[in-house]
């Protein structure tokens, strides 16, 4: 199995920026992607951006492109968050997912969360 710790969450004010951070420990070798993924309240789970480990591709949700960025490091095993211009909402819970290889689902492995909030 695969553990993920995400670090990095806060407050920050509108306009300001954060960073996430990922790290995963365990059988990363069979990573095949890793994920950023948001819950906002009274919202559903929303797809963030990834990493997609076999070629270091990077794709970003179109909502978001220009302000997030999402950064991996195939060596170290981590994926960052980079968000700018943050609006309040931008506020929820930021979770980190991997997907490992021989295995179904698109996602296997998701950590606890790092919750961001952002003020108007």
């Known amino acids: 199995q695969v553990q993920l710790v995400e670090s990095g969450g806060g407050l920050v004010q509108a306009g300001g920026s954060l960073r996430l951070s990922c790290a995963a420990s365990?059988?990363?070798?069979?990573?095949?992607?890793m994920g950023w993924f948001r819950q906002a309240p009274g919202k559903d789970r929303e797809f963030v951006g990834r990493v997609v480990w076999s070629n270091g591709r990077t794709d970003m949700s179109d909502s978001l492109e220009g302000r997030f960025t999402v950064f991996g490091d195939l060596v170290k095993n981590t994926m960052s968050l980079q968000m700018n211009v943050l609006k309040p909402e931008d506020t929820a819970v930021y979770y980190c997912?991997?997907?490992?290889?021989?295995?179904?689902?698109?996602?296997?492995?998701w950590g606890q969360g790092t919750q961001v909030t952002v003020s108007s």
């Open positions: 997912a991997a997907d490992l290889a021989g295995t179904g689902a698109d996602y296997d492995f």
């Open positions: 365990g059988r990363t070798l069979m990573i095949r992607q």
